[in-house]
């Protein structure tokens, strides 16, 4: 029932930005996510929107995948894309009443609509080509220079590989809690809001406790090895920065100066 | 008359993906009502999915089932039919929640729609038939051993009367004694309400002492269905299988294999306590 539901985003494969190193996949995440601010023209966007499918293209990753995972803000994509349209200065092009759109007002919405599919297409890039593991390793590494200032980024690392750790056992052990009360009679798809929420206390209750109990349990399982988050601790797999690294920094340079460039240059007229 | 039919049953999990895998394969089965149904089989050869096809929790992939003579399928599926039939499920302790037991037991019938009056007598009944006392009830279930806990929890589908109860591994990771009392309360259980219990059992003296009938499942197919005794009388084709006969079976087995007389079709202590004693009785006549 809830194995259907995808953990992670994760999808195993070869490809070159697979290779890349999750510290510089993150970062360079960012900085496309910064570059976007500044993608306010049509040149612009289109520069960052053309990259974006070259990535894709390279993941190696059905493109299929990449516009399912549009899917869950197409709402929210189309109420923006309608609000900007109103909101536009200058000369109307069409008008009711008071309502006017403006050419502006096009070009806004075009505009944001290209932005958050280009928001999602990125951070799915980086999803599906880095395991959750990887994630961790680099926000630990990418959180080292905070060890300066007394923050434990050890024990933060050591707390988010153990939550995703546990993710997959507490949906079986949902799956197992909601199939035992199910054959007690409990009834989970109630018309009433009040008593839906009611029918998940039979589930919650025991999840919560188990949970507990396994908390417990790993917390004296890594006493009795002696774990100590204040120790430094090696790692089998340590991040190198490679050639393709390198030379994925010098291409986010190159495009994020080039954005803000044509940012600046006056709109061309496409359309 | 038969509580239960099940015809060219077959199940399969995640159907049409890569992960593909046949968990039951054209299951043909008639249980009697007041029958005792013990079911063996080497983890992964199907006795838990069928157990849960038989409460309607999930849907067979093909053939059906009939429960009563009725078919558990579409408008019957979700009540009356799946909640006549009470499954405890392995380790059932983790699905206590409420505050009181007295409140955990009465959540089955409450859900079944039975009267206060109803559920109180079914609550104070059914805690008696798994051997706790009335004070429990006042006591947070959160609070009790490992053993009560889970006798709390078969008390809680006990409650709803089902006529037919089935239990996965009830004893699993109890110790001897709390193994014993269990077994016990399932037997008394039995003769007072003379309903219909299926139980998974990896333990083989457990299954030949309660048992009317065995249920040897292999590879999601029936193996074998027949009384404890021509089951276990089958001992190497149980090996290769990777289950075993009960100890005093195969106790009895080597004294015979000696070259004594004995009578070999045993399958509990009290049977075998007979066999030998008729042994040496008549040795000393000679």
């Known amino acids: ?271 | 008359m038969s509580v239960l039919e099940i015809k060219n049953l077959s199940y399969i999990y995640n159907k049409g993906l890569p992960s593909e895998t046949i968990a039951l394969k054209n299951i043909n089965l008639s249980i009697n009502a007041g029958e005792v149904v013990g079911i063996i089989g080497k983890t992964g050869s199907g006795k838990s999915t069928l157990v849960q096809l038989l409460n309607g929790l999930i849907e067979p992939t093909s053939g059906n089932i009939h429960i009563n003579g009725k078919e558990l399928k579409g408008k019957n599926k979700s009540e009356e039919v799946c909640l006549d039939v009470g499954l405890v499920f392995q380790y059932p302790e983790y699905q206590l929640f409420e505050e009181t037991v007295y409140k955990d037991i009465a959540f089955g019938p409450r859900n079944k729609g039975f009267t206060e009056e109803k559920i109180k007598e079914q609550v104070y009944n059914s805690i008696k038939f798994v051997g706790l006392d009335e004070s429990f009830l006042e006591r947070s279930p959160f609070e009790l051993s490992g053993g009560e806990k889970r006798k709390v929890a078969i008390a809680g589908i006990i409650a709803m009367e089902p006529s037919i109860l089935i239990l996965d591994e009830p004893t699993a990771g109890l110790d001897p004694m709390g193994r014993e009392e269990l077994m016990c309360n399932i037997i008394n259980y039995h003769k007072a309400r003379k309903n219909t219990v299926i139980f998974i059992s990896h333990i083989m003296e457990d299954i030949a002492r309660v048992s009317d009938r065995v249920l040897v499942m292999n590879e999601g197919e029936i193996f074998d269905f027949d009384t404890p005794k021509n089951i276990f009388s089958r001992r190497d084709e149980l090996q290769k299988i990777g289950l075993n006969i009960p100890q005093i079976t195969k106790i009895v087995r080597m004294i015979k294999e000696k070259g004594y007389d004995i009578n070999d079709k045993v399958v509990t202590i009290e049977q075998g306590e007979e066999s030998l004693i008729k042994l040496i009785k008549g040795r000393k006549e000679k």
Not at chain 1, 172 to 191: L, P, V
Not at chain 1, 238 to 245: E, M, V
């Open chain 1, 1 to 271: 029932m809830l194995g259907n539901i995808v953990l992670g985003q994760y999808i195993p494969g070869n490809s070159l930005i697979h290779k890349l190193d999750p510290r510089v996949k993150i970062l360079l995440s960012i900085v496309y996510m910064m570059a976007l601010f500044f993608a306010w023209n049509y040149l612009s966007i289109i520069v960052v929107t053309l990259s974006v499918l070259a990535l894709m293209f390279l993941s190696k990753i059905p493109v299929k995948l990449y516009i399912k995972s549009t899917k869950v803000i197409i709402l929210f994509m189309i109420l923006s894309a309608f609000l900007n349209l109103f909101y536009g200065e200058g000369e109307p092009i069409f008008k009711i009443g008071f309502i006017s759109i403006t050419q502006q007002g096009i070009q806004s919405s075009i505009l944001v609509v290209l932005r958050i599919i280009d928001l999602i297409f990125i951070s799915s890039i980086l999803m599906f080509t880095t395991s959750p593991n990887d994630i961790t390793f680099a926000i630990e590494s990418l959180m080292k220079p905070l060890e300066k200032i007394k923050v434990n980024v050890q024990e933060i690392a050591m707390m988010m590989t153990i939550a995703l750790r546990f993710i997959p056992t507490f949906l079986e052990e949902t799956d197992k809690i909601m199939s035992a009360q199910k054959s007690r009679g409990a009834k989970f798809n109630d018309k009433s809001m009040i008593k839906r929420i009611k029918s998940l206390i039979p589930i919650l209750m025991p999840l919560f406790i188990s949970a507990f109990r396994r908390a417990c349990d790993l917390a004296l399982a890594m006493d009795c090895r002696c774990y100590d988050s204040s120790k430094r601790r090696t790692r089998m797999k340590t991040l190198k920065i490679g050639r393709i690294d390198i030379f994925a920094i010098i291409f986010l340079i190159v495009l994020f100066v080039g954005v803000i460039i044509c940012s600046k240059m006056k709109n061309i007229a496409i359309i």
